[in-house]
């Protein structure tokens, strides 16, 4: 009998001018981009983060603390692809993915495919398992005006017994 867990994951980044604009693994055309110790791909780290949470491991903070100087401008899909080879080593497989990008910076719309398609080969594993969308924020709250990105992400990992 399979057995199932589901892992939820988030993450908010402000968005500044004079940094690329990477989310979900690709660089979008945008004047401003995530700020963060690392690249800033909110949406990966929300992804490593539900992954982890599913399997029960630690969270991405706590095995890449921002403190590290030798995660200066780490690429993210890098530290994704650390927290699945840690996942996988534990024996489960992806079920699928959902992931929502809440932001009035970059449109995430008219890159959606190529952000399933990056994730999809991040994690080794077929586009279908992965939905990726944009919301907008309604021009309410700390991050109208594109000042931010918050993403969630939900994963469902399956495991024999
Ligand atoms: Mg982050």
């Known amino acids: 009998m ?4 589901v892992g939820l994951g988030f ?7 004079g940094r690329p604009c990477i989310l979900g693994g690709i660089e979008l055309p945008h004047p401003t981009g995530p700020v ?9 780290h929300a992804v490593a983060d539900a992954v982890l949470g599913a399997a029960g491991l630690d969270d991405l903070g706590t095995l890449f603390p921002d403190t590290d100087p030798d ?3 780490a ?17 489960w497989t992806l079920g699928n993915l959902d992931v929502v990008i809440a932001t009035e910076g970059p449109r995430i719309a008219p890159h959606r495919a190529a952000m399933r398609a990056s ?10 398992c ?27 990992l399956e495991r024999a017994s």
Not at 11 to 17: F, P
Not at 137 to 152: I, K, S
Request: overall charge negative.
């Open 11 to 17: 993450d908010l980044h402000r968005l500044a001018e």
């Open 71 to 73: 995660g200066e401008g």
């Open 130 to 156: 992965v939905n990726v969308k944009g919301k907008s924020l309604e021009g309410l709250g700390a991050l109208a005006g594109g000042t931010g990105v918050a993403v969630q992400a939900i994963v469902l």
């Open 119 to 128: 994730i999809a080969s991040l994690l080794g594993i077929d586009e279908t």
């Open 75 to 91: 690429d993210s899909r890098q530290l994704l692809g650390a927290c699945w080879e840690r996942v996988v080593a534990e024996g």
């Open 2 to 5: 399979n057995r199932t867990r």
């Open 36 to 44: 963060g110790h690392s690249d800033g791909d909110a949406v990966l």
